[in-house]
Nanobody, 125 residues
Framework: QVQLVESGGGLVQTGGSLRLSCAAS????????MGWFRQAPGKDREFVAC????????YYENSVKGRFTISKDVAKNMVYLQMNSLKPEDTATYYC??????????????????WGQGTQVTVSS
């Protein structure tokens, strides 16, 4: 079994920074990929970033490239999302997810079997 718990969300002004954390337990860190997704009110959940293995490869949604950084601390069983230069359009609930099987595109949420409960990020203008 895999458990994921996000933290670090909050209210920040435009241009500010937040670091989201995802604490993982179970067999997560043999996971093929760990991802961050977000869902804004009235919108579908969307891919934000993911990290493959121990960080050999990372992917980002175009609108966050250069502003967000995903990282992983294997020793601590943690995954992080550093978010800089935040914009009001980044406002959403952010979810951590684990793909343990490595089948399919890591950009698609349906390949991720395990999900956290989410943490709210609100960026004020």
């Amino acid at each position: 079994q895999v458990q994921l718990v996000e933290s670090g969300g909050g209210l920040v002004q435009t241009g500010g920074s937040l670091r989201l954390s995802c604490a993982a337990s179970g067999r997560t860190f043999s996971a093929y990929a760990m991802g961050w997704f977000r869902q804004a009110p009235g919108k579908d959940r969307e891919f934000v970033a993911c990290i493959i293995g121990n960080g050999v490869q990372t992917y980002y949604e175009n609108s966050v490239k250069g502003r967000f950084t995903i990282s992983k601390d294997v020793a601590k069983n943690m995954v992080y999302l550093q978010m800089n230069s935040l914009k009001p359009e980044d406002t959403a609930t952010y979810y951590c997810a684990a793909d343990t099987e490595g089948v399919g595109s890591v950009l698609l949420q349906n390949v991720y079997e395990y999900w956290g409960q989410g943490t709210q990020v609100t960026v004020s203008s």
